[in-house]
């Protein structure tokens, strides 16, 4: 138990990040459905790159594999917890900008799931676009995991030496 203890004051800050990304998800979530609840409207045009629209997300990533039923989501949260625990045992002989990239990529990944265990389903509501190609349609989580991803491989390809 002790050693718990000294692993949660020796990654304080990284418990903090994790936190203030699950936070910053979910405001961001919560009032793009209030908003979309109280004006009954299904878009919002922003500007010409930028459209707000709520889609419920059932699938995996970009909805792929969209399912409604019982065990795949039961598989997906297996998926999360195993991914979970290698990331903290990942945690135990990382740096600081890795474990700065991991907990963008937890506290993105714990918002979606919460989502999942609410809703049954992911809000996604930030829609890039160009003329007519509409990129995915996304939420905070997905760029804070985004970030976190593009961070571990900043730190791979610019701070870690060749190994031979």
């Given at each position: 138990m002790e050693l718990i203890k000294q692993k949660i004051k020796k990654n304080w800050i990284f418990f903090l990040i994790v936190a203030l990304m699950f936070l910053a998800d979910r405001v961001s979530k919560n009032y793009?459905?209030?908003?979309?609840?109280?004006?009954?409207?299904?878009?919002?045009?922003?500007?010409?790159?930028?459209n707000f629209v709520l889609l419920w997300n059932t699938g995996m990533a970009f909805g792929i594999l969209e399912s409604d039923s019982y065990i795949y989501h039961m598989f997906s949260f297996l998926i999360f917890l195993v991914i979970v625990f290698l990331v903290i045992w990942l945690l135990r002989s990382s740096n600081?900008?890795?474990k700065v990239s991991i907990a963008l990529i937890i506290g993105g990944a714990v918002g979606n799931w919460f989502d999942r265990i609410v809703y049954n389903a992911v809000p996604d509501f930030i829609d890039v676009h160009y003329l007519d190609f509409h990129w995915f349609v996304f939420n905070v989580s997905d760029i804070i995991i985004t970030l976190g991803i593009l961070l571990l491989l900043l730190n791979d390809l610019i701070f870690k030496k060749n190994v031979k």
């Open positions: 793009i459905i209030n908003f979309f609840l109280t004006f009954g409207s299904d878009s919002y045009y922003f500007n010409s790159f930028l600081r900008l890795e």
